[in-house]
């Protein structure tokens, strides 16, 4: 198949060039929420309190009592995880929103002979659109 001057021609990629944009937006919001939420676990391990068990004294019978004292109050840990979550959830919704562009951009190759009529497959984008709406939506 030979190519031809139209298929190096610019004037059909600009319709695609927002949404390759929007593509490479989501894919990078995905990919920098996920390292940042990766360090906010790393902070959160790293401020997380420290147990210690002192010994109160002996009850008899060699028995001891034993207290548990923490050294902080661990809010700050527990800062650190629900923020990587959010950020998660954003990096989630970011790929979801990615696969759902994909879905509505694509467009058959022309070399395809592919009936819209075919009960096999779906008619529109829209149903396909639904459709990622709804694996979004499952898997939450």
Known sequence: MAITHDDLSLRAHRNTEVRSRLALFLVALSVVCGLFSFVLCLAAEGSRTEATWYI??????????????????????????????????VAMFAEHAYMLVAVISSKPPASLAWSPEDPRLPTSSRILAWQACFLFLATW
């Open 56 to 89: 109160m004294g002996n009850q008899g019978n060699g028995r001891k009592a034993y207290q548990c004292v923490y050294d902080g109050s661990g809010r700050r840990p527990l800062g650190f995880a629900v923020s990587a979550f959010l950020l998660l959830a």
